[in-house]
């Protein structure tokens, strides 16, 4: 097993335990691959809680959450979901891509991310008190603007909310390094190619490439591919769903990876 690690990008890891020890739920919001499920799975770590993650999706009942009665051989048996296993173990309960559930399937929430921090499972005739080390976090991308995925405000001002993003571009070539062993020099630019497409982005509006293809890149690196076929197949392909990326977008790429295949040390 390889070992994990965070890079902090501000005060989120602070916040995120300051949150946790006054019992708050916490809000992760930022584009997709840029570190919000590593730093619940650092936070799980760092104060030693399990971390039962949920992906939310369109179909996603209260009972897919709280759970439901089973027929077992004749029996019919009450079968507790993931988040009331994670209430009752006193885990930190990480709903991915929150936006995705219905308004009707996160009512449930509601009684936890308050001063009650309970979860009424009306079906079973059971109340069950969330113990002192559980913890709520729930995270969604909002760049993905869809009327009619939209999270109620009512909803969002229940959670201490901590915006996250892309690191600095130093900070982002080191995860890279440490993920996939590649030289330093290579990971900058991976990271000069990415930061160039984000900044073009406002004339392209596409989802900007994320920490996480460049590590994905950085692994084929380490393997043996050039960076430009890294680049190509990990960064620049899956920007458009057709495949098709403009000339402009290409040159931008390139021009970030300049010097790739030159072995001169004066950079
Ligand atoms: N701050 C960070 N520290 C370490 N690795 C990171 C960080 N941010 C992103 N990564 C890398 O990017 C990948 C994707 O991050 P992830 O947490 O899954 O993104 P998200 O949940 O925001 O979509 C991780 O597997 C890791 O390799
Ligand atoms: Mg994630």
Redesign the pocket.
Known sequence: MTEQ?????GNEVQLFEQAYRQRLPVMLT??????????VEHMGLLLARPVVTISCHDDLTSSDLVGRFIVTGGDVVWTDGPLTRAVKAGAICYL?EVVEARHDSLAVLHSLTDHRRTLYLDRAGEVVQAPENFMLVC?YNPAYRSSLKELKPSFRQRFVTLP?DY?RADREAE?IV??AGIDPAAAERLVRCATAIRTADEAFHYEPP???VL?TAAHLIAAGASELDAAQACVLAPLSSDGAISEGLREVAAAGLAGADSQSPNR
């Open positions: 690690t965070y890079l902090a990008n930022g584009p997709t691959g840029c570190g919000k499920t590593r730093l991915d995270s996250m690191l995860v440490a993920e994320s920490t996480r590590v």
